[in-house]
């Protein structure tokens, strides 16, 4: 693709190296152990504890520093750094990979914008680890995911290199396929979709939501697909091969595809995604045909 030196969204919440990270120099240590309040309460209201909060209040006064900071700093030697004061540090390529992303998400803005009267763009959240969002926590495991709650996408960019090396889908447009993907739940969101899936949820089993969530991926699969087809005619971004990239992962996430290099079987009632050829082909109608109105998965039979 030929992204770089693009307009870079600023709807991006950069959170990456905060919180769920295994990135803690005092990891384990930190956490308070409430058993321990009862004996701190007695000490405080005894006369050894007046002292000591008295001594508390006097160190404070005369050096305009809080105590504790200054016993910590004589036992660690240096003054104390709290995790989120440095800003996060990544490698070269994962800045790359942030710009990138970046300069996607704000290709999405201009083509949703001039396709849907009523489009809001939604925010990027680059996390590592894991991330808390009003869908709840999640850690990285868990893959890209849009939470409709808050109109935000969560990413944490080493999933991309699981894609090239575990799940053997490399390429920038894969990448941008993937972002699309998750705007495309966002463009659900705004038309309603989101919501009546989450009156169904509470209608019916497991195994028939699964079906109707399956359906719901595959729009989003072709709601990229139709990003990819009018961001081509605004930018001329796309490359020879890029298209084949995009299917590449379609393939590669498909839910027979997964499942069968975890499990060693597939198991159609569980899908929630859809298979690999459903993936590619609504991904490509959507390209093809950059039809908003050709993308009703919840009405076409057979899937
Ligand atoms: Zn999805």
Not at 71 to 80: A, C, D, E, L
Not at 163 to 187: K, T
């Amino acid at each position: 693709m030929k992204w770089q030196g693009r307009r870079r969204s600023s709807n991006v919440e950069d959170r990456r190296g905060q919180g769920g990270s295994q990135r803690s120099r005092f990891g384990g240590v930190g956490g308070f152990n409430p058993m321990l309040l009862a004996p701190l309460i007695k000490l405080l209201f005894s006369k050894v504890g007046l002292i000591i909060v008295g001594l508390f209040l006097v160190v404070t006064f005369l050096t305009g520093n809080n105590p504790l900071t200054i016993i910590s700093q004589f036992f660690t030697g240096g003054p104390v750094q709290t995790e989120t004061s440095a800003p996060y540090q990544g490698t070269e390529k994962e800045n790359e990979l942030a710009e990138f992303s970046a300069t996607i998400l704000a290709n999405t803005e201009d083509v949703w914008n001039s396709l849907l009267d009523n489009y809001r763009n939604p925010t990027l959240v680059l996390f590592t680890g894991s991330v808390s969002s009003a869908c709840g926590t999640a850690s990285s495991a868990t893959g890209p995911f849009y939470c409709p709650g808050d109109e935000k996408l969560y990413l944490d960019l080493s999933f991309f290199n699981d894609m090239e090396r575990q799940l053997n889908a490399p390429g920038d447009f894969a990448q941008a396929y993937v972002i699309a993907h998750e705007v495309g739940h966002h463009i659900q969101k705004i038309m309603g979709i989101t919501a009546k899936m989450d009156q169904l949820r509470g209608q019916m089993s497991q195994t028939e939501y699964n079906k109707y969530s399956v359906r719901l991926e595959l729009q989003a699969d072709f709601l990229a697909g139709v990003w990819a087809n009018h961001s081509q005619e605004m930018t001329q971004m796309m490359e020879t091969g890029d298209l084949n990239e995009a299917l590449n992962a379609a393939n590669a996430i498909g839910d027979d595809r997964l499942q069968k290099n975890s499990t060693g079987r597939v198991v159609p009632d569980s899908f929630t995604h859809g298979t690999s050829e459903q993936r590619m082909r609504w991904f490509k109608k959507g390209f093809d045909t950059g039809d908003i109105s050709q993308g009703d998965t919840f009405n076409a039979n057979p899937l």
